[in-house]
């Protein structure tokens, strides 16, 4: 099942969306952790694109004033986590983002679609 909620989501996937990340999945989690309502997960395909990714998405979500609470693993371009509280970005090189298949772990949590993601998967 797919869920469409808060509007403010959508900031998010445009930045992810802006260094053309792949398969980006949103999953509402809220119900399930205290630490986020929100996980984004999202690949790039190679290291190099994976730190590009994160790079833009600090910058570009910093012109709306949203900064990160802090980013893990951005010198790597493995696995980069970004943490902005309520809503935590991983972006992976996706062979990494298959082994750890954080989607098959949260499995239970719900999808999420926002405008900007329908549009790019239509």
Known sequence: MIK??????DLYIKA???????????????DLTSYADVFIICSGRSNRQVS?????IKTDLKKHK???LSIEGSKDGHWVLLDYGH???HVFYE????????EGLWSDAERIMTPSLEKATS
């Not at 590009?52 to 833009?56: K, R, S, V």
Request: aromatic residues 8%; without cysteine; neutral net charge.
């Open 4 to 9: 469409k909620i808060d509007p403010s989501l």
């Open 16 to 30: 992810i969306l802006g260094r053309k990340a792949t398969n980006v999945v949103i999953l509402d989690v809220a």
């Open 52 to 56: 590009a990714i994160a790079d833009f």
């Open 66 to 68: 949203i900064k990160p």
């Open 87 to 89: 809503v935590i970005i």
């Open 95 to 102: 062979p990494v983002r298959e082994f750890y298949d954080l």
